[in-house]
């Protein structure tokens, strides 16, 4: 079945230590997204790549950084978690950016910062 | 602003109708989602409207009024697998890529 895969599912980290989350995709979407989702809070978009072309929201902080180093896999890198960073990390697919095109999330890393 | 807003929780019993509503302001309009969640995991999509009117999918119904900034979720026959919380997202017309998403309603289905 095509669909979105996060590893791991829960990531433990200490206070400053940087920490890597993965994403992949089988269904060749152009545009992958991160968010952040804190508990009973929304989805908070982090930026999103559309084939190459990253975009950053404007209230993303410095701390997290993302790399796409081909269609099928996307990464989140915070630099130096804070205990404010511990969320549900939600990688999401889409096949276009325009009206109608649905996105799919990928299960969620739940990252606790120690 | 741009601003979603949903009930925090409602509670439901199994077999019966239960309509969750969804009002928006936002800087244009590209259309509006409905996405369920259960606790722990990804939002799974359910429906979209981007005209006004009632889109039927199964058990499931969602009606959108521009106008009024306004949505609704229907969930007939209600099985207590629907306990979830319920995600309204809207995508602006500044961006439109972007999803602004409510807090979510968190639905109890009671037997």
């Known amino acids: 079945d095509a669909m979105v895969i996060q590893n791991p599912r829960y990531q433990v980290t200490q206070f400053g230590k940087p920490v890597t989350l993965s994403c992949s995709q089988t269904?060749?979407?152009?545009?992958m997204y991160w968010y952040q989702q804190k508990s009973s809070q929304a989805p908070k978009l982090l930026f999103h790549?559309?084939?190459?072309?990253?975009?950053n929201e404007a209230d993303t902080p410095d701390n997290f950084q993302s790399r796409r180093p081909n269609t099928s896999f996307c990464f989140l890198d915070i630099r130096s978690p804070g205990l404010g960073d511990a969320a549900m990390y939600l990688c999401?697919?889409?096949?276009?950016?325009?009206?109608?095109?649905?996105?799919?999330f990928g299960p969620g890393t739940r990252l606790t910062v120690l | 602003g741009q601003n979603i807003d949903q009930p925090t929780e409602m509670t439901a019993t199994e077999g019966a109708i239960v309509q969750i509503n969804c009002t928006y302001q936002?800087?244009?309009?590209?259309?509006l989602f409905w996405y369920q969640q259960h606790a722990g995991e990804a939002p799974t999509f359910l429906s979209y409207?981007?005209?006004?009117g009632l889109e039927e999918k199964g058990r499931f119904s969602s009606f959108l009024s521009r106008s009024k900034g306004y949505s609704y979720l229907l969930l007939k026959e209600l099985q207590m697998k629907d306990s979830a919380s319920y995600l309204c997202?809207?995508?602006?017309?500044?961006?439109?890529?972007?999803?602004?998403f409510g807090s979510g309603t968190r639905l109890l289905v009671r037997p």
């Open positions: 999401a697919t889409s096949r276009g950016r325009t009206s109608g095109n649905e996105q799919f």
């Open positions: 269904l060749n979407h152009n545009v």
């Open positions: 790549y559309y084939d190459k072309d990253f975009n």
């Open positions: 936002t800087s244009g309009f590209n259309g």
């Open positions: 409207n981007v005209l006004d």
């Open positions: 997202a809207v995508r602006g017309g500044d961006s439109s890529y972007k999803l602004i």
